[in-house]
């Protein structure tokens, strides 16, 4: 089995940085796209930004210009880099990857989420 790990989240001021990451750890597997999204209490869950396996990208107009996106295929790991934080972007941040087993189906997983909170 495949898990996905996020940390980095906590509670920073407005216009601080946070750098989240999630690492997928197992055996006998690779990943194609990976990403991450939000989900603040009372909304729905949001795409905030998605990475292929060749580091095309794309974001949600939120975030874009302020966040970035990437990933280490050797560590099967994501990072979001996130600066100029925004009080509305407080939210639990998922890790969301396309694990492709060497032998099986495909399986869209999911970390367990990180808290990110913005405020003075």
């Known amino acids: 089995q495949v898990q996905l790990v996020e940390s980095g989240g906590g509670l920073v001021q407005p216009g601080g940085s946070l750098r989240l990451s999630c690492a997928a750890s197992?055996?006998?597997?690779?990943?194609?796209?990976m990403g991450w999204h939000r989900q603040a209490p009372g909304k729905q869950r949001e795409l905030v930004a998605t990475?292929?396996?060749?580091?095309?990208?794309n974001y949600a107009d939120s975030v874009k210009g302020r966040f970035t996106i990437s990933r280490d295929n050797a560590k099967n790991t994501v990072y979001l880099q996130m600066n100029s934080l925004k009080p509305e972007d407080t939210a639990v941040y998922y890790c969301?990857?396309?694990?492709?087993?060497?032998?099986?189906?495909?399986?869209?997983?999911w970390g367990q989420g990180t808290q990110v909170t913005v405020s003075s």
């Open positions: 197992g055996r006998k597997f690779w990943v194609a796209d």
């Open positions: 990475i292929t396996t060749s580091g095309r990208t």
């Open positions: 969301n990857a396309d694990v492709r087993p060497w032998e099986g189906m495909p399986k869209d997983s």
